[in-house]
């Protein structure tokens, strides 16, 4: 409460609490920083929630839900990694900081699940105004074949109404 008044908003205790117990989504009864960014983030379209969900299961060769050093080992070559290739680190250490990038802040486990794989893409998709951008980089960066036909779809219906 005392952050709301410091920053001048005028709502009453009912409306604060609506609005932390709407950003709360653990019921923790504290914000966390991840809450937060979630909240105010806009929401993704089909074709981008699609894409992320490619690119996960592309990278979860054991199909587990989650992935890990060894689901990495069949897709991701860390050889071209500038640490690795002057002897700084070893694969596995390409692997676990490559993992770390989508692991959730303060809960770093090399352990990346389907949410916390789009959460971080949520973010990246926050800063990516067109969806055919959107498209091209998720498929350069996983080498995903084929464009979404939702996004095709959607491209197509905006070029012809505009």
Request: charged content about 30%; some cysteine.
């Amino acid at each position: 409460k005392k952050g709301v008044r410091d920053y001048g908003a005028k709502l009453t205790d009912d409306e604060i609490e609506e609005c932390f117990t709407s950003i709360d989504k653990d019921r923790s009864g504290q914000i966390s920083f991840d809450e937060f960014l979630e909240r105010l983030r806009p929401p993704m379209n089909a074709a981008r929630k699609d894409l992320i969900s490619k690119a996960f299961t592309k990278l979860d060769k054991t199909g587990d839900g989650v992935i890990t050093v060894d689901d990495l080992k069949g897709v991701y070559d860390p050889k071209h990694h500038p640490k690795y290739k002057n002897g700084e680190w070893t694969e596995q250490q390409v692997f676990q900081v490559f993992l770390k990038t989508f692991d959730t802040p303060n809960d770093i486990d090399n352990i990346v699940t389907r949410d916390e794989f789009f959460n971080y893409y949520s973010g990246v998709s926050a800063s990516i105004d067109e969806d055919v951008y959107f498209d091209l980089m998720m498929r350069n960066a996983w080498k995903l074949k084929m464009f979404s036909p939702t996004l095709f779809l959607v491209t197509f219906l905006k070029a012809v109404i505009y």
